[in-house]
């Protein structure tokens, strides 16, 4: 007996004694979301490398695993890093060298912000963005006459927080060749009494040119907006529409370790960013994927240019417009199709949402895998949601609760009912990408999440929320910042989720926004942003 029990006894020893695996860092004590298929929580996990090498219990891991970096998450929940399917980045990045005028209530605001703005930055030209006249008494465009006794000279062109429309001053229209004349495909030069009030739509604000920033302008550009996305949890990006010299900088700047942000970049649809993209074939590195197309059918719901069956009903005879020709949008339609690039196209009103489910079903006929996107889906009509079944929705849920005021008021009773769908979007495609379209809306994804669950503006308003039939459960929302959206960017085997072999991108909040009321969303905080398993914030 004591002839075995020795053996046994010196390789428990043995066994016990194996050192421990060193890692890069250990986390512990955590309220771990890893949204894994199965939609587990994890106590504990190790990183090595800039992965996820194992997930599990504390004890577990700690007795298997050793690290100098051991972060103690004192039971804080923790998620994948959210990825917003579609923004602006660096155009978030630009805004914060141009006036900001999100939030104005007043047109006088507006221009007092202008005002201020110039006597600090004494520019030549002066652009900004974020004005919305429905937040304002009078809910109508503003006009020039204030802006020309302001600034006489110098040229003003400042773009509603959709960018569907602009506002400009006589100096700015001069400078561009306007005139009563101009006539534009896909957009509108607005007129009163036969003269031009200095609001342009869609297509019109393309023959404004504004200032071209310099080289050290658009790297603080991107270093900005790095800084305000990693603030706030977001690790992945999807910029929704670069051409190749900013994809250019981008890559060169991640490689030199200057930055860090993952993206997501969709190429803008023009004839040289095609004619290069498309031949070169799919760019991928660990932090850059340029494998799609941004496409614009129609304009915004906010300044009417949103593409609509049935007039408005609140300007009648006025349906909106295309951006670009049915013929050209078939046509891009097509060439997209043949090589290995995704098309993700805007689409606001129920006829360009039907236009284009209509090309894309027709155009993708016997390829599988595609995952063309139609970026925000914002009016559908109800016959036509069947036809989002084989292509995912793009939805930004902050669109939702700040259009809810006065969406009904131009589209009526009966088709906002197919409006801001976002759980019947889901029922028919199965996932859903969530995104904000910032600097239009706010940065945060945790604003995301609460209007896609809560459904109510940040006072809470409406007090039952609006259209709760529509609202997506909890579980779904956070699948939808998280691991839907890295399968948007076919990047669903690499990141979305805490998965041993993923990269370890993953965020700390003081609240768990999983339990908590949803009242208190909102005013949750980022406790740290980790990318490759680094803290970047």
């Not at 959206?485 to 085997?493: L, T």
């Amino acid at each position: 007996m004591k002839k075995v029990l020795f053996p046994l006894l010196t390789f428990s020893l043995l066994f016990s004694c194996k050192p421990k695996e060193k890692v890069d860092t250990l986390v512990i004590n955590a309220n771990a979301y890893t949204v894994n298929t199965a939609f587990d929580k994890a106590e504990s996990f190790a990183i090595k490398d800039g992965k996820f090498i194992a997930i599990g219990n504390n004890k577990d891991i700690q007795e298997k695993y050793t690290s100098l970096n051991i972060v103690d998450a004192n039971n804080s929940a923790i998620y994948p890093g959210f990825i917003d399917a579609h923004c602006h980045f660096y155009g978030l990045g630009l805004q914060q060298q141009k006036v900001d005028l999100v939030g104005t209530e007043s047109y006088d605001e507006v221009l007092q912000r202008l005002i201020n703005f110039q006597k600090k930055k004494n520019t030549t030209y002066i652009t900004g963005r974020g004005w919305d006249q429905n937040d304002w008494e009078v809910k109508e465009f503003p006009t020039k006459e204030k802006l020309d006794s302001i600034f006489p000279n110098t040229p003003v062109a400042i773009r509603r927080i959709d960018g569907h429309a602009m506002l400009v001053n006589q100096a700015a229209i001069d400078l561009a060749g306007i005139t009563t004349d101009s006539k534009v495909d896909g957009g509108e030069f607005i007129k009163k009494d036969g003269k031009l009030t200095g609001v342009l739509i869609d297509n019109a604000m393309n023959f404004v040119n504004n200032p071209k920033p310099s080289k050290k302008e658009q790297i603080q550009a991107l270093k900005d907006a790095e800084k305000l996305c990693f603030d706030l949890g977001l690790t992945t990006v999807d910029d929704a529409g670069l051409d190749k010299e900013v994809i250019e900088l981008i890559d060169s700047l991640q490689k030199s370790g200057d930055l860090k942000m993952r993206i997501y970049a969709m190429i803008s649809n023009n004839q040289k960013n095609l004619d290069y993209y498309l031949n070169k074939g799919i760019i991928k590195t660990d932090r850059l994927n340029v494998r799609s197309v941004k496409v614009y059918s129609d304009g915004a719901l906010g300044s009417r240019g949103a593409a609509l069956k049935d007039e408005y009903s609140d300007k009648k005879g006025h349906f909106g417009a295309l951006v670009n020709s049915y013929e050209n949008l078939q046509k891009v339609a097509k060439r997209i199709s043949a090589s290995d690039y995704q098309m993700n196209t805007h689409a606001i009103g129920d006829s360009a949402n039907y236009i284009m489910l209509k090309t894309y079903n027709e155009v993708l006929k016997n390829k599988t895998d595609r995952r063309w996107r139609i970026e925000h889906a914002q009016i559908v009509d109800l016959n036509d949601f069947n036809l989002f079944k084989n292509v995912l929705p793009s939805i930004q849920p902050t669109h939702a609760t700040s259009d809810m005021y006065w969406a009904e008021d131009r589209v009526g009773s009966e088709r906002i009912k197919g409006a801001y769908a976002f759980n019947d979007l889901l029922k028919e495609y199965g996932k859903v990408a969530l995104g904000t379209d910032f600097p239009i809306e706010h940065v945060s994804p945790l604003y995301t999440f609460y209007a896609a669950t809560i459904r109510k503006d940040l006072k809470g308003y409406p007090e039952s929320g609006y259209q709760m039939e529509n609202a997506l459960s909890r579980e779904n929302a956070l699948k939808g910042m998280t691991i839907w959206n890295a399968y948007a960017n076919f990047e669903e085997n690499e990141k979305g989720s805490i998965e041993v072999g993923k990269v370890a991108d993953f965020i700390l909040l003081d609240k768990d926004i999983m339990t908590i009321d949803g009242k208190e969303i909102p005013n949750t905080k980022v406790i740290a942003t980790y990318v490759n398993g680094e803290k970047v914030n």
